[in-house]
Each structure stands twice: as C-alpha cells, then as structure tokens.
C-alpha cells in the first residue's frame, strides 16, 4: 500500500523547502503551530480528501516594520515569526508556503486557501501588504494572483 496522504504531504514539504537543512527557516511543529494559532486562528489551513491532507497553506499576519526588515534580509524566516507579536495590528501578510499534492495541483486550492485566510484575517486587521520568499515560479504566480485578486502591493524577498 502507498504512502498516506499526510506522510506524501511531509515529504514534499520537507523536500521543496528543506527546512531540516535551514535552521533560519520556519519548520512546523507543535510549537509553532500554537505561536500561529496565537497570532490569528487563520494562519495555517488545509484541503483534505478521504485519504488526507490534498494541500496545506500557511500565511503570517504581521506588521509592515517586520515585513520590510524582511524583505532586505535583515531577519529571517524564525525570526520574523519570532518577533511578530499576538495581539498586535498586522498590516502585512507574509504568503509563507502553500503545498499541494501534484495530482490536484492546477485547480485553484491553494488560492482559495490564501484567499479564505486573507478574507479571515483583515476582519480584524487593516492589511495593506502582501510578501513572499519566492522559491518556485508557482509560489510567484500565487502570490501575483492573490495581490490581484485583493488589491495588494506584492513584495519578494530575493533570493
């Protein structure tokens, strides 16, 4: 029997990212999982099947101070999270990862998924920003997408 869906979704994660290799990136665990959910319910979601997790989205409500260190290298991945405060008013939002497992990549999951926490999160928060560290030509043409659809200003974090 193949592999679950969980378990194809790790893989790829850690495959496309390589968290392990990169002690600057944000690698999810259960810490990092109760630091998101204290910054806004809506930073991590997913799409699930009767097999499992399909995709997975996380996104970092944060502050345009933070953003902009960010985007010159000043901070990194760990401690942009580090130093985004809960509770705080966020006005930027760092488009962080979207995965999707191949065989449903192509119809619109991870937009809507950003789309829904984006929606979500300026309820309570004056978002004027969107940002990404691109690693793949798709995570671009999300987040182009996404800054369109909602009317934002796009930042990248070079390479």
Request: aromatic share 8%; charged share 25%.
């Amino acid at each position: 029997m193949g592999d679950s869906n969980l378990e194809r979704m790790i893989r790829l994660a850690e495959e496309f990212f390589g968290t392990r290799n990169d002690p600057t990136q944000i690698s999810v665990n259960e810490e990092v999982m109760a630091r998101l959910q204290q910054i806004h319910p809506a930073t991590v979601s997913e799409e699930r099947d009767e097999q499992g997790p399909i995709a997975w989205m996380l996104v970092i409500p944060t502050t345009h101070e933070l953003m902009e260190q960010f985007i010159a290298k000043a901070i990194n991945e760990q401690e942009l999270l580090a130093k985004t405060l809960p509770g705080c008013t966020y006005d930027a939002i760092y488009l962080c990862s979207a995965l999707v497992l191949p065989e449903h990549r192509g119809g619109g999951i991870a937009k809507k998924l950003v789309g829904r926490a984006i929606e979500s999160i300026r309820k309570e928060h004056p978002i004027k920003y969107l940002f990404y560290w691109g690693f793949s030509v798709e995570g671009e043409k999300l987040a182009t997408n996404v800054a369109r659809e909602f009317g934002l200003p796009l930042y990248s974090r070079p390479e």
